[in-house]
């Protein structure tokens, strides 16, 4: 990949080519020290027969010191070393290349690379690490079998491991000893991995399915040993999800996962040797919640399944990301789907999928309405860590969802099938993904390209008519991008094929049988139309009366749904829906358009009145006791302010507030005696268990418990959060107490939390995951004119645990505050952006990936109202005047332009 001369640090898509060089083998020594670590790397090198002919070998290199160069064991000197790399001038064909260098773990605060943290030695190489480490051709279709060898001193560092299997250590003079490992599978630079320090493991042995023996592993900190077994559940059912579903085997015969505390993402899939941030790790009930638990399990199911959508096939690039993110995305919302019981169970299916949509419509819908907007498959980048992004993850898991939805459960497993006796072992493209899912199952997926290619959230516009006639009732479906984003508008060619699921509701609530015009009889209440046109018309006849259409069910696929129903069609549809999605959909459509008139009003400054129809049904469905606990939760909450300002024509982060709040206390007074009730039915005595029915149970509790915490009258609040924070058995009660207890100060102007806050502090102060949590919950507190959120934050910033090099620290304290409390965030005196605007440049000098996370939180300003939108702008420029890194350098300059 070149560097065109008009823009220089813009890499294409298009202008991808082969690697000039192959490498075959890299055999790794490490001389492990903190401030000085020594690395020989010794390749197998070879002209690709595949490129035209280069004199030189390139090498990428960076924070590298050069100590010595050797071809064939003889030194060489006809090498000169630069910023970005090597150039090992005049090489022959074919040739075993040696070279030396040194790096600095210690000093290493981007951690990307070789890095030190609580002492111990970790690495992230994807995506571009690698070459901190050592100098090579640091790009995904390089693919080598690794042989490593660590040495280090034993008492301080008795653990060292690396990919693969181990095959020799023992003791060095000196007190120091080795290890050496070797992964026999071939793998991109992005997956070398190793770890040394005083670890210890939690160890199971299991057999696959085909009967081979398997070691796994999950190493921590000797104090966290109490906290691994739920990440070890999570491991072996995993294993045993993906035999079942996929015909996929553990490939290696030993599997580790260790947690580390020092970690830029959630976690990193290297091959036999994953890396987890403690966060998707560690859990025991007194210091996880369920949302911790299920989140661990999701994670650990995510990276294990890398192993074969990712490790085994890889990318050719890093503009397919996708191939491998957005898959393993959908396969792991599937094992979470199945572990909650969602194979047999389609409500505790749906719970799952609302989970999911919710986040893809919060953050990736807003992601395409700005101007980082790209495809699924990007076409260009100035930094890749820019783009593990939620279009990439989560619109690119809904892009593999929609060739299940339209081939079914069976035909996907086919595509699957063909998809690793293609290219297993092989470096590939989403075209290549594409092309066996088409060729599986006998089916032209042309069109289909323009998911991969094109920017932005598509909307479909329904308009039905009923023929009473005639009995036949027409759909019309139309598609477009609506106002895109000049980002994404770009990108546009054509038309999508939208699998559009649709069902129709007669007027007793019941689904009727569909029948296509053209078809000799009815098949089936849910059906996916391929909607492939700009417009097209699908008509059913038979239609006995006027039904109600349930349209886009399950989430059919990423768009947004635009119909024309009324606040009663939507309350009919969530109480009579039979697709639970759609269901909940009906309740946030329906609360999402009474909010959204609200604060029009607000910002009107005219009073406010909630319409009855909300309130009555909400309360119809927290008394349904049909429904599952879970997903009355779901439904009963209402959208975010985030989401909800979103939808405004200008964002106005203070007037969404006043509305929302002002439903909440209408919700909770109007229904107290419910929520009370519910409140009581909900307990879950006994010990902890994390089940799904446990959680949804705890879920709908705490969710009374917090609309309880709106009331003017807050005894009832306080007396039930007082207890349950006090008799609380697990995580879970105790923060959701917390938070109550917090709110209903803020509601109240009183300081009922304050003892609950220091508790929790004393309870906690060795458990840093815990710690985080109490950080995250004051920055999200509801403030008020009289406390605003930001003096409590620069307060806390000053506090002794709080520490800006950690990135769960600084993600729980500042992210929380400037993603996750929007009203105070967007205060009108700009003091929010101010505070972003230091954090940001702050971030920047210690480690640009976290702080480039920050910085995209901005990116939307132009949306905003005008006082906020000239704040905004303001404090970007103060970024983009001081920043140093290239990863924040690109998304403010976005921003901007
Ligand atoms: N593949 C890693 C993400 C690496 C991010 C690099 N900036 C985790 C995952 O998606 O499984
Ligand atoms: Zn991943």
Known sequence: MTDTAATPNVIRRADYAPPAFLIDTVDLEFDLVPERTIV?????????????????????????????AAIDAKPYANVRVHDHGITIEDVPD??????????DPAANTTLSGLYVSSGNFFTQCEAEGFR?????????????????????????????????????????PDGRHYAKWEDPFRKPSYLFALVAGKLVALEERIKTGSGKDKLLQVWVEPHDLDKTRHAMDSLIHSIRWDEARFGLELDLDRFMIVAVSDFNMGAMENKGLNIFNTKYVLANPETATDTDFANIEAVVGHEYFHNWTGNRVTCRDWFQLSLKEGLTVFRDQEFSAAMSGGDENAAARATKRIEDVRVLRQMQFAEDAGPMAHPVRPESYVEINNFYTMTVYEKGAEVVRMYQTLFGRDGFRKGMDLYFQRYDGQAVTCDDFRAAMADANGCDLAQYERWYSQAGTPRVRVTTRYDEAQKRYSVTLAQDYGNASPAARETQMGPLLIPFAIGLIGPDGADLPLRLEGESAANGTTRVLEFTEAQQTFTFVDVPAKPLPSLLRDFSAPVIVEYDYGDDELAFLLANDSDAFNRWEAGQRFATRELLALAARAAAGEPLEVDGGLVDAFGRVLNDETLSPSFRELALMLPSETYLAEQMALSDPAAVHTARQFVRKRLGTALKADWLATFDKHRTPGAYEPTPEAAGHRA???????????????????????????????????????SALLNTSAATGGDVASRALADFYTRFEREPLVIDKWFALQATQRGSAQRPVIETVRALMQHPAFNLKNPNRARSLIFSFCAANPAQFHAADGSGYAFWAEQVLELDAINPQVAARLARNLELWRRFTPQLRERMRAALEKVAAGVKSRDVREIVEKALA
């Open 40 to 68: 020989k790397n010794t390749m197998r090198v070879r002209r690709n027969p595949a490129a035209a002919h280069t004199r030189d070998l390139e090498l990428m290199g960076e924070q590298l010191e050069f100590v010595s």
């Open 94 to 103: 074919s040739f075993e290349l040696t070279l030396t260098g040194a790096c």
């Open 132 to 172: 901190r480490i050592t100098w090579f051709l640091d790009r995904p279709d390089v693919m080598a079998t690794y042989t490593v060898t660590l040495r280090a001193d034993k008492a301080a560092y008795p653990v060292l491991l690396s990919n693969g299997n181990l095959i020799a250590e023992g003791d060095l």
């Open 700 to 738: 709908l509790k705490n969710l009374a418990l917090s609309y309880l915490s709106e009331l003017d009258d807050p005894a009832d609040a306080v007396r039930l959060a007082t207890a349950q924070y006090d008799a609380a058995n697990n995580m879970t009660d105790r923060a959701a107490a917390l």
